[in-house]
């Protein structure tokens, strides 16, 4: 799914959140896979200051999904 996304804008950081030691936040966004539908997912990956850190993949949500019948 990761290798499928697509980062569609940059954000500034949120001053509202902790941001210590962070880069970027960025936002992608992937088709996702699940029973047997494609869904829009969205990859929130943490890019930090330190370059011996890896970046991480901080969450993975379904966007607006409707899974009754």
């Not at 980062?7 to 941001?19: A, D, I, T, V, Y």
Request: hydrophobic fraction near 40%; avoid cysteine; proline fraction near 3%.
């Amino acid at each position: 799914m990761f290798a499928n996304a697509v980062e569609s804008w940059e954000f500034e950081l949120n001053p509202n959140k902790e941001n210590a030691g962070l880069k970027a936040r960025r936002y992608l966004y992937a088709p996702m896979r699940y029973e047997g539908k494609i869904v829009a997912a969205k990859i929130t990956v943490k890019e930090y200051t330190d370059a011996d850190l890896r970046n991480k993949l901080y969450s993975i949500e379904a966007i607006d999904v409707d899974l009754g019948a």
